[in-house]
């Protein structure tokens, strides 16, 4: 589905991601962690198209992404950034209609039947079917975050990649999430989704892999990918006896 | 077309009727509706054909344009207070106008001051868009734009005190100031095309523009390329400001006070507050020049004056709540 090779990117003179490889397949929901400054979220702008990669190439199914326009792009690959601006107070539903932008560029009220169900459906899984018709700038940060998910969601692209959807919400919504993004993936999805909770990673996601000042270091099953060696000398932590992480002394 | 759109062609409608019955000279309401039907003395067929209809459509035809201008500079720059005049868009064009009269310009081709005034309103709104471009906020912005205004105008007395005849400073409160009196079909007609233009890109902007309210970067992920959006407003706008300003001079705050006052009834959505945008500002150019028109003063005020002094406190308010929203 998605294919990365030698991946490098620099920003402001700085190599923040070195040389970076993984292959996805359709189906596959994979969590991409490690540290803070480890490159995570410029490799997942780089495939969103938004950071331009320096050396190596990107495969987004089949077709090399460089030679994508930006509309092909979008039909093939959602992207859910950090940082999430929006301007203006503009309503719910269409925020979330944006997530078709590419199938269908108009409003909430202007997309079709099928653009409409697509929406209604998106915000259901995101648990904000009740937010629809209200302002976005009324919303709590919480609510915020799952209609951003639910844009995300009403993409019908066959890759989601997400950076830390996690922040901001509470602890069901945060279970609630994965359990939605693993149905995505259970439904033919290829989902990439960078998080700091190692639990909940290594909980949902098959497969992790695991950054480090911009390279990868370990990319496998959870049990693998957070060995003793690896949580200590990448995450600086270890595990105690009672199964809690703890900073290594 | 929305509830809101219709309304306000209708208001439109009415007041254009209004202003064939407004006026110095005495035409009587069934006068008036004879002469509109083609009927009735050639004296009064002039007075509203002529006069009146062609003023009343510049009037509007200038105001939708900076409405239309206004909403989608707002939309670009996500700053309600973006408009050509008060970003020195305007000043720049009428600096271009001026500049293509007093070099002889106009003498050689009646779309000379109409291209120059557009290229002026170009070279300002970009320099605003590479300032915004590089992160510039929204005070930056304004700075830039008052920047853009003061140095336009001195540039346009520097024109005026190299310029040969007296006459000229007269011209300059009139670009200045901007007015639509004694205006034609002819100056109507001369406009038309950038003005048919700039708008069409303006509206093919529109999704962008919604697309543009996450950020640049989520934007060109869901398709919308944001470098091609840019192109359309500021080419768009360029066309519609310059175009304007060629038939009327500078008037300003009419393409800030339209949007905000349209942006709730069309749910806070950059694409759908242009179209009501540009009725709004029309009918208020319109109302304005009616206003000027019947008001009892000695000499006509200028329309732009009339237009800022109910623009300009209406621009500090909102500029009060955004700095109480923002801090």
New interface residues.
């Given amino acids: 589905m998605i294919s990365v090779s030698g991946l490098s990117v620099s920003l402001a003179g700085r190599r923040v991601v070195d040389g970076v490889s993984f292959d996805m397949t359709a189906g596959e929901f994979v969590a991409l962690t490690g540290p803070n400054g480890a490159g995570k979220s410029t490799a997942l702008k780089a495939m969103a198209g938004v950071a331009a990669a320096e050396a190596g190439e990107i495969m987004i199914g089949g077709a090399r992404a460089g030679s994508l326009n930006a509309l092909e792009r979008a039909r093939r690959l959602a992207w859910l950034p950090q940082s999430r601006p929006v301007a203006w107070n503009l309503r719910v539903e269409d925020v979330v209609a944006l997530g078709r932008f590419a199938q269908s560029p108009g409003a909430y009220d202007r997309l079709g039947d099928e653009g409409r169900r697509a929406v209604d459906t998106a915000l259901a899984k995101a648990d904000a079917g009740h937010l629809a018709g209200r302002a976005f700038q009324a919303l709590s940060g919480g609510e915020q975050a799952r209609v951003h998910l639910a844009r995300l969601l009403a993409s019908p692209a066959p890759c989601l990649l997400l950076d830390e959807p996690c922040a901001a919400l509470d602890i069901a919504h945060q279970l609630s999430l994965m359990e939605t993004l693993g149905a995505e993936a259970a439904s033919g999805r290829a989902v990439m989704v960078v998080l700091h909770d190692l639990e909940l990673a290594a909980r949902f996601c098959p497969r992790v892999i695991v950054m480090d000042q911009g390279r990868v270091v370990a990319d496998g099953a959870p049990a693998e990918a957070f060995s003793a060696v690896n949580l200590a000398r990448v995450f600086g932590v270890q595990r105690a006896p009672s199964g809690q992480l703890q900073r290594s002394p | 077309m929305s509830r809101v759109t219709l309304i306000l062609a209708l208001m439109a409608g009415f007041l254009f009727a209004a202003s064939a019955l407004a006026g110095t000279a005495p035409v009587s309401l069934g006068e008036c509706l004879a002469a509109l039907a083609g009927q009735g003395d050639a004296a009064t067929q002039a007075i509203v054909w002529e006069i009146r209809l062609p003023r009343a459509a510049a009037a509007f035809v200038v105001g939708a344009a900076l409405g239309l201008a206004g909403a989608g500079l707002q939309g670009l720059l ?1 700053n309600p207070l973006a408009e050509p005049g008060v970003l020195g868009v305007s000043a720049f064009s009428a600096l271009g106008a001026v500049i293509a009269i007093f070099f002889g310009l106009a003498a050689v081709s009646s779309i000379a001051v109409p291209a120059a005034a557009i290229l002026g309103a170009g070279v300002a709104t970009l320099l605003l868009v590479l300032a915004a471009v590089r992160g510039a906020g929204s005070v930056t912005l304004l700075l830039v734009g008052i920047g853009l205004s003061s140095f336009a105008g001195a540039l346009m007395s520097l024109a005026l005190n190299l310029a040969p005849n007296p006459y000229s400073l007269s011209d300059l409160v009139n670009w200045m100031m901007g007015s639509v009196a004694n205006r034609s079909w002819a100056d109507i007609v001369l406009a038309a095309p950038a003005l048919a233009i700039g708008g069409a890109l303006v509206l093919f902007a529109g ?2 523009l ?6 640049d ?2 934007a ?6 944001p470098k091609r959006t840019r192109l359309l407003v500021i080419g768009g706008t360029s066309l519609l400001a310059g175009a304007s300003v060629a038939t009327a001079g500078t008037i300003g705050f009419v393409g800030i006070v339209a949007p905000h006052v349209i ?1 709730p009834f069309v ?6 507050l242009l179209i009501p945008s540009a009725l709004l500002a029309g009918i208020v150019l319109l109302a304005a020049d009616l206003a000027v028109r019947v008001l009892p003063f000695q000499q006509e005020l200028k329309l732009g004056v009339a237009a800022a002094l109910v623009g300009g406190p209406v621009f500090i308010w909102i500029a009060a709540r955004l700095g109480r929203s923002s801090s």
Wanted: proline content about 8%.
């Fill in positions: 996500q999704p962008g919604r697309a543009l309210s996450l950020g970067e989520t060109a992920s869901l398709g919308a390329d942006r749910r806070h959505d950059p694409q759908r």
